[in-house]
């Protein structure tokens, strides 16, 4: 792959989290759990990412995806993990979860609503960065719906594959930069259908599949399987798919 990643420059202490993304996120953090409000779209998403890193968790360490826990013992990173959507759920499949989010109320809300649900998730205002910096490395490392966000994509995506274990694997959730993306995830998204607030989105910072595979290349990992995440609007449901023009999902692993 020759393509290079899309950055915007790390800030001075070497974080890749932009303020001002940060700044909208925290405006709406409330919002999180409530599934007709800012964050409805990611709620009927939730089902179909958490399936697939589940299903894709199980196969790469020998378990079995029919049970109530089966990620039981694996140490397992959502690296802006918001609210906490992403993070219960795998919880409750017992992974030891790490949920880290630059946004304060985002940390608070996450917290509360794990403690109301008898959930034990380790939510920390840090960043991937600092961890990595501490010697912290996990099993799984999951980047969902955040490279899109970030101010360098190079180095955060290096901080991410650098948190990966040897023989653990690492997952990436972003939107691709075309124009159907554009046209879908920003014009359809945010002003049509307002699914989301506008400005969520800026299609400039949005990571091409190349872009980001050879950025994950370059930090050491082997890139693995790759799938596109469609909606239908009939079935008011989301998907796995083979097109990759808008959402996408990207794996790769470290040899042990």
Same mark, same amino acid.
């Given at each position: 792959?020759?393509?290079?990643?899309?950055?915007?420059?790390?800030?001075?202490?070497?974080?890749? $989290?932009?303020?001002?993304?940060? *700044? !909208? #996120?925290?405006?709406?953090? &409330? %919002?999180?759990?409530?599934?007709? =409000?800012?964050?409805?779209?990611?709620?009927?998403?939730?089902?179909?990412?958490?399936?697939? $890193?589940?299903?894709?968790?199980? *196969? !790469? #360490?020998?378990?079995?995806? &029919? %049970?109530?826990?089966?990620?039981? =013992?694996?140490?397992?990173?959502?690296?802006?993990?918001?609210?906490?959507?992403?993070?219960?759920?795998?919880?409750?499949?017992? *992974?030891?979860?790490?949920?880290?989010?630059?946004?304060?109320?985002?940390?608070?809300?996450?917290?509360?609503?794990?403690?109301?649900?008898?959930?034990?998730?380790?939510?920390?205002?840090?960043?991937?960065?600092?961890?990595?910096?501490?010697?912290?490395?996990?099993?799984?490392?999951?980047?969902?719906?955040?490279?899109?966000?970030?101010?360098?994509?190079?180095?955060?995506?290096?901080?991410?594959?650098?948190?990966?274990?040897?023989?653990?694997?690492?997952?990436?959730?972003?939107?691709?930069?075309?124009?159907?993306?554009?046209?879908?995830?920003?014009?359809?998204?945010?002003?049509?259908?307002?699914?989301?607030?506008?400005?969520?989105?800026?299609?400039?910072?949005?990571?091409?599949?190349?872009?980001?595979?050879?950025?994950?290349?370059?930090?050491?990992?082997?890139?693995?399987?790759?799938?596109?995440?469609?909606?239908?609007?009939?079935?008011?449901?989301?998907?796995?798919?083979?097109?990759?023009?808008?959402?996408?999902?990207?794996?790769?692993?470290?040899?042990?």
């Amino acid at each position: 792959m020759a393509a290079t990643a899309r950055t915007q420059g790390a800030t001075p202490d070497g974080s890749t $989290i932009d303020p001002a993304e940060v *700044a !909208r #996120f925290e405006g709406i953090a &409330k %919002t999180w759990w409530d599934p007709k =409000g800012p964050m409805a779209v990611l709620h009927k998403f939730n089902p179909v990412r958490l399936a697939f $890193i589940r299903d894709l968790a199980c *196969a !790469r #360490f020998g378990r079995d995806p &029919k %049970t109530m826990r089966a990620l039981e =013992g694996l140490t397992l990173v959502d690296i802006g993990c918001g609210g906490g959507v992403l993070s219960e759920p795998l919880a409750r499949l017992g *992974a030891q979860v790490t949920g880290l989010d630059p946004a304060p109320t985002n940390v608070a809300v996450a917290r509360a609503h794990a403690e109301a649900s008898g959930l034990a998730v380790d939510y920390r205002q840090e960043t991937i960065e600092a961890l990595v910096a501490e010697g912290a490395r996990f099993d799984i490392v999951l980047a969902m719906e955040v490279v899109e966000h970030v101010a360098d994509v190079e180095a955060f995506v290096a901080a991410c594959c650098a948190a990966v274990k040897p023989g653990g694997l690492l997952v990436m959730a972003t939107l691709n930069r075309t124009l159907k993306s554009y046209a879908l995830a920003i014009v359809g998204a945010e002003y049509v259908l307002r699914w989301l607030p506008r400005g969520t989105h800026d299609w400039e910072k949005f990571v091409t599949p190349d872009e980001l595979g050879a950025a994950i290349e370059r930090s050491g990992l082997e890139l693995g399987e790759s799938t596109g995440v469609v909606y239908n609007p009939f079935s008011d449901r989301w998907s796995v798919a083979r097109d990759m023009d808008v959402n996408y999902m990207q794996v790769a692993y470290r040899q042990v």
